[in-house]
T-cell receptor
Framework: EAGVAQSPRYKIIEKRQSVAFWCNPISGHATLYWYQQILGQGPKLLIQFQNNGVVDDSQLPKDRFSAERLKGVDSTLKIQPAKLEDSAVYLCASNPFNSMNTEAFFGQGTRLTVV | GQNIDQPTEMTATEGAIVQINCTYQ??????LFWYQQHAGEAPTFLSY????GLEEKGRFSSFLSRSKGYSYLLLKELQMKDSASYLCAPYPSGTYKYIFGTGTRLKVLA
């Protein structure tokens, strides 16, 4: 089966600009996650969707970050305006939500550099 | 909430055995995941422990003690390709949420 698809793979922007990332989870996976991974750290959960509803966005900086999953399939994460500290890899992951004992499947990530 | 503690870096020699420890505090707990992440790549699943004890999967084994809030990943017959970060992720009960520690960066030397 196809894996989690993300685009773009790399993005360089200037601070105060806006940027959007796209994720297409594995077909049939109801749960979708966006993680931020700063160099040398573990992934930090930004937002969790169940179908097209938000389950947890407690760590999403809502003044500048937004995410949507309108049809319960693919998702976009937007940053507007970007800051230097947003430089990180943004990972999308999905889970089928049919068992409590199932791992998350990750995409290759988008590496964002803010200059 | 959760506090997850792992060593930041470890170094070992090719062919050796290494144990990566993880301690955690969580208010509710279903099990614990271990993921491997090579530099510049996505995390990939290694193991999931629900019950106490050791689970062996080839060269990799994972141990869990729920009462002690402790897990470890044991890597045997180390190979150069095992150089990666190893992420511990306790899985809170009642959620489908994966919360990761900072990871342990393992360097395998020839």
């Amino acid at each position: 089966e196809a894996g989690v698809a993300q685009s773009p793979r790399y993005k360089i922007i200037e601070k105060r600009q806006s940027v959007a990332f796209w994720c297409n989870p594995i077909s049939g996976h109801a749960t979708l996650y966006w993680y931020q991974q700063i160099l040398g750290q573990g992934p930090k959960l930004l937002i969790q969707f169940q179908n097209n509803g938000v389950v947890d966005d407690s760590q999403l900086p809502k003044d500048r970050f937004s995410a949507e999953r309108l049809k319960g399939v693919d998702s976009t994460l937007k940053i507007q305006p970007a800051k230097l500290e947003d430089s990180a890899v943004y990972l999308c992951a999905s889970n089928p939500f049919n068992s409590m004992n199932t791992e998350a499947f990750f995409g290759q990530g988008t590496r964002l550099t803010v200059v | 909430g959760q506090n997850i503690d792992q060593p930041t870096e470890m170094t070992a020699t090719e062919g050796a055995i290494v144990q990566i420890n993880c301690t955690y505090q969580t208010s509710g707990f279903n099990g614990l995941f271990w993921y491997q992440q090579h530099a510049g790549e996505a995390p990939t699943f290694l193991s999931y422990n629900v019950l106490d004890g050791l689970e062996e999967k080839g060269r990799f084994s994972s141990f869990l003690s729920r009462s002690k809030g402790y897990s470890y990943l044991l890597l045997k017959e180390l190979q150069m390709k095992d150089s990666a970060s190893y992420l511990c992720a306790p899985y809170p009960s009642g959620t489908y949420k994966y919360i990761f520690g900072t990871g342990t960066r393992l360097k395998v030397l020839a």
